[in-house]
């Protein structure tokens, strides 16, 4: 398309769950790129009625000449009808004996909003740093989660990697009670 502006759209469909989406791309030159688009999805969840919801989303990255990468996403659960794939069969489908209902899908939170941050850096030969966080919200419920992070990577010798990552996630359930949960790892 003119003005640096890319379309693109999708659809998905299984058992008890049909979404379809489109959107926009836009290169900015040295501002970096970014997109929106919109999800319609129509899905029903196990012993449920069907139901129709959206989403809209919004993406943005650049990446510098100092090997500084930024990614951010933004996603708006319009209306709480909205159900990804996955969520919708998650109620249908139990892994350890088949595809049938799943109790533990019976409740099951509907999202209004999730935002994430994901940044970069390149430390040349002595690795890479990253840096993240996200929170996560719901439209039937007072829950939400907020996580952070932090990872470095780097080459040892040979073939050799080595990787440092720790994060912490913090999440209020639906009676208000917060966890706070926090993990560092080290692989070679």
């Known amino acids: 398309l003119a003005w ?3 379309a693109f759209g999708s659809f998905q469909a299984a058992d008890h769950y049909q979404s379809g989406s489109a959107g926009l791309g836009l290169m900015l030159g040295a501002w970096g790129a970014m997109s929106v688009d919109i999800t319609q999805a129509h899905s029903q969840h196990y012993s449920q009625d069907s139901q129709n919801g ?13 090997g500084t990468s930024l990614n951010m996403t933004s ?5 709480d009808g909205y ?7 998650n109620t249908w489908c139990d892994g ?8 533990s899908g019976s409740y099951t939170l509907r999202q209004k909003n999730r935002t994430s941050v994901y940044l ?10 990253s840096l993240n966080g996200s929170r996560q919200t719901y439209h039937n419920d007072r829950s939400g989660n907020s996580s952070w992070g932090a990872g470095y990577n780097t080459l040892l010798w040979g073939r050799a990697y080595l990787s ?10 639906r ?3 917060t966890t706070n949960d926090t993990m560092t790892s080290l692989y070679v």
């Open 96 to 103: 350890h004996r088949g595809c049938r209902y799943n109790p």
């Open 4 to 6: 640096n502006l890319t």
């Open 164 to 173: 440092l990552n720790w994060s912490r996630n913090q999440s209020t359930d």
């Open 175 to 177: 009676h208000g009670r």
């Open 75 to 79: 996603e708006e659960y319009a209306t």
């Open 83 to 89: 159900s990804g794939l996955a969520d919708t069969l």
């Open 54 to 66: 959206q989403r809209w989303r919004i993406r943005y990255s650049k990446a510098l000449n100092t």
């Open 120 to 129: 970069s850096q390149s430390l040349g030969s002595t690795g890479y740093l």
